[in-house]
């Protein structure tokens, strides 16, 4: 741990540093009963973000929680990703609401709030950027706020893959908390790069690149979207099927009332298309339900590639590891309609896709009440959880046939590059 203080590259901080060799002690190895808090271990992790720890106490913190498996707690997963959005870029939230009210996108049980779909990462499948697409297939339908950064342990991250799209890609730099209200005024898609909106996470960069394990920060991005006061909707890959439930509960804690955290039995990170994948999904229950708690129940359930009417596929037809000028082709002919309707990564996509309108409650449109905006008979049949998962696949189908995602994605490319600087 001391040669982190003399790595190259890393400039000597002037801020005064704060010791928490105290909590570091009680951490590790965990006492019984446990005499710490999670408030404790959220406020040393918010000291990260304000460069007031050391790199060694910073890697110290890390490994503690790691391998005393504090960082499988949902409390402390719930803490410590309030303290991260809490060192966040503020963004005006009501300012924001506003213009997204004011798209008037309410479908169903979607009342028109942002969504999000992202992953953990960590799953070591590289398969294609399922997540990052299933966003922009979404916009279609949502309002959709895509949290994401550059690839940690794959070959192709979210903002690799859109840096590489052809003939121009976005300028995601430039979506800031100033430009942010603008963007929505244009297109139904933002993709929120992660270094932009946390720029405390520099501090930490160099320490877990040097770990090589799997740290909290892993588990932290998902629930760290920058605008989570107004994500209305949301699904989460989890790359470890014992992290389900204990994420589920962390969103709960967070406030989410409407979410689905997946993970394939192959441990990967998305609704997997070579066979089962385990959810666990929160749902606000009716008023006449509620029973003086927050109104929000989990339900445990599984599903498979037939649950949404499609063949299962071997993820080796869909991880194909390659890098992201590569990917991007993938994605700029998938949003144009060009791949087979057949193909392994459309269908892998296709699902995701369906998972994040059936979780927001586009899905559940009553036809006699109101007419869908989108052709075709509505697919009321409803399979695993009680979601309506073959209807989700009809509209994600309907997204990339009709051009209705590939103008929602042109419009962001548009509207992202006309900011200066």
Not at 379 to 399: C, N, T
Request: one cysteine or more; aromatic letters at 6%; charged letters at 20%.
């Amino acid at each position: 741990m001391a040669q982190l203080a003399m790595m190259p590259g890393v400039e000597p901080s002037q801020t005064p540093k704060i010791s928490i060799t105290p909590l570091l002690k009680r951490l590790w190895p965990k006492s019984q009963p446990p005499h710490v808090t999670a408030d404790e271990i959220a406020l040393a992790v918010s000291h990260i973000f304000s460069d007031q720890l050391s790199l060694v106490q910073t890697g110290a913190l890390l490994t503690a929680l790691h391998f005393a498996e504090w960082d499988l707690q949902a409390d402390v997963i719930a803490k410590c990703a309030q303290a991260m959005r809490a060192a966040a870029v503020p963004v005006d939230l009501e300012a924001l609401d506003e213009m997204v009210r004011e798209r008037r996108r309410e479908r169903g049980g979607y009342r028109g709030g942002l969504c999000d779909v992202v992953g953990t990462g960590g799953d070591d499948h590289s398969t294609f950027n399922i997540s990052t697409t299933a966003s922009i297939l979404a916009s279609a339908l949502l309002v959709v706020s895509k949290h994401g950064n550059r690839a940690a342990t794959s070959k192709s991250g979210a903002a690799d893959v859109l840096n590489a799209m052809a003939p121009t890609p976005p300028n995601i730099a430039a979506v800031t908390p100033q430009t942010l209200r603008e963007v929505y005024q244009k297109t139904n898609y933002a993709f929120l790069f992660a270094p932009v909106f946390h720029p405390g996470m520099k501090y930490v960069a160099t320490v877990r690149k040097e770990l090589g394990w799997r740290t909290i920060f892993n588990l932290l991005g998902p629930l760290a979207n920058p605008v989570e006061g107004l994500i209305e909707a949301r699904v989460i890959g989890v790359a470890r099927r014992e992290l389900g439930a204990t994420f589920a509960e962390a969103l709960r804690m967070g406030g989410s009332r409407k979410a689905l955290v997946v993970c394939g039995a192959e441990d990967l990170d998305e609704i997997s298309c070579a066979g089962p994948t385990f959810c666990w999904r929160l749902t606000e229950k009716v008023p006449s339900q509620r029973d003086g708690t927050d109104g929000v129940e989990m339900d445990h359930f599984t599903l498979s590639p037939p649950d949404f009417g499609l063949p299962i596929h071997p993820l080796s037809e869909v991880a194909p590891g390659r890098m992201p000028h590569e990917n991007a082709v993938i994605l700029s002919k998938l949003l144009q309609n060009q791949l087979d309707p057949e193909d392994p990564i459309l269908h892998f996509v296709l699902m995701n896709t369906a998972a994040l309108f059936v979780v927001a409650g586009v899905c559940d449109t009553n036809p006699d009440s109101h007419p869908s905006s989108v052709p075709g008979a509505i697919l009321a049949e409803r399979g695993p959880g009680g979601g309506r998962w073959k209807e989700g696949v009809r509209l994600a189908r309907w997204a990339v046939e009709s051009g209705a995602a590939w103008r929602s994605w042109s419009s962001f490319v548009q509207v992202s590059n006309s900011f200066e600087g």
